[in-house]
């Protein structure tokens, strides 16, 4: 069971960042892949989530219209692109394996996790 999270990083307000999961071809080829983050003092929140084959997608209504999740299952990668981005995006992302194949929106709904990528964004 392994995923990778990349892509994290420093950032200036209305800027991008392309994030990447890498996991596994036996873990997730056929289970969605979600992205959540936890700023610091803060619960962690669902971020979005895409489906087995990338054909059904979920976002938090905070980043709907800024964040586009994709996935590449040849290479077995999911890549949240976060565009537009604002000081409050500043947290640490973990991507996850859902126990079913569709985008699941509830922590609780995901088997594996990944280690985090820092994002920060500075005003």
């Known amino acids: 069971v392994q995923l990778q999270a990349s892509g994290g990083g420093l950032v200036q307000a209305g800027g991008s960042l392309r994030l990447s999961c890498a996991a596994s071809?036996?873990?997730?080829?056929?289970?969605?892949v979600g992205w959540f983050r936890q700023a610091p003092g803060k619960e962690r929140e669902f971020v979005a989530a895409?489906?087995?084959?990338?054909?059904?997608?979920r976002y938090a209504d905070s980043e709907r219209g800024r964040f586009t999740i994709s996935r590449d299952r040849a290479r077995n990668t999911v890549s949240p692109q976060m565009n537009g981005l604002k000081p409050e995006d500043t947290a640490v992302y973990y991507c996850?394996?859902?126990?079913?194949?569709?985008?699941?929106?509830?922590?609780?709904?995901?088997?594996?996790w990944g280690q985090g990528t820092l994002v920060t964004v500075s005003s």
């Open positions: 895409v489906s087995w084959n990338g054909g059904d997608t």
């Open positions: 996850a394996t859902a126990r079913s194949s569709s985008p699941a929106t509830f922590s609780d709904q995901y088997a594996y």
């Open positions: 071809k036996r873990t997730s080829s056929n289970n969605g």
